[in-house]
């Protein structure tokens, strides 16, 4: 069966929720290039989000766009994650990948990179960069620090014995579309051919709802009864228009 893919957002802190917007601006508009989740894949075993130290990686962020066809620069780089002290991700070692984009060239950013095998399993690898719509960083030294553009930052957990970070997977028949099965449509005409868009009718309102089983939450390490068994899912939805 189908399986679409769900993306994990757990990024950012407040880069992208604060600043100078408008107070009333709905946070489900996107208005202007956001990075709006990551998802990490372990090389030789996708459905897992947790890479053990040794093991390789590949983190692709989601940026959504009000454009149709999107282009960007990116710098990434990936190094082990310093104790939090703040909302702020930082460095506690040396960067060990990074990437610089062409300009304007790519849909979404994505790093692959090699964990070392030296790193601590408890500890965190960092993941911190910049995007730049129609343009490059300058110099990746600059881009996890810089002010123009959009910064990011994602810390992804190691592998540990007895908690495991998996990807889930929604199977096809669990989206519903106005409480029907979410159609296999071809893609509209004109300016959205080839964009995977679907035609839906005039309507002032349309309901989109996702059937969750209790296999998509990953088990949790119980070191009492009184913790979760299971961990928590969180679905949100984004729109360019008609908010």
Do not use: Y
């Amino acid at each position: 069966m189908k399986k679409i893919a769900v993306w994990s957002l757990s990024l950012l802190g407040g880069w992208l929720c604060l600043g100078c917007d408008e107070p009333l601006k709905s946070v489900e508009l996107v208005t202007e290039p956001r990075v709006l989740a990551a998802r990490v894949e372990v090389t030789g075993d996708a459905g897992r989000a947790a890479p053990a130290p040794g093991e390789s990686a590949t983190v692709t962020f989601l940026v959504a766009s009000p454009e149709l066809s999107q282009s960007l620069g990116f710098a990434l780089a990936a190094c082990p994650a310093a104790v939090r002290a703040s909302a702020r991700s930082a460095c506690s070692g040396a960067v060990f990948s990074e990437i610089s984009s062409d300009d304007g060239q790519a849909a979404s950013p994505s790093l692959s990179l090699d964990v070392p095998a030296d790193l601590d399993p408890e500890g965190r690898v960092a993941v911190l960069g910049i995007i730049c719509p129609m343009a490059r960083p300058a110099r990746m030294a600059r881009a996890v620090t810089a002010r123009a553009g959009t910064p990011l930052q994602l810390e992804l957990e190691l592998r540990r014995d007895g908690d495991v970070n998996l990807n889930p997977e929604l199977q096809a028949d669990s989206i519903a579309f106005d409480d029907a099965a979410w159609a296999e449509l071809p893609a509209v005409d004109g300016d959205c051919t080839g964009l995977g868009f679907r035609r839906c009718p005039s309507a002032p309102r349309h309901s989109i709802s996702v059937q969750l089983d209790e296999s998509d939450r990953d088990a949790l390490p119980q070191t009492t009864q009184l913790d979760p068994a299971r961990e928590s899912l969180q679905l949100s939805h984004f729109a360019t228009a008609a908010i």
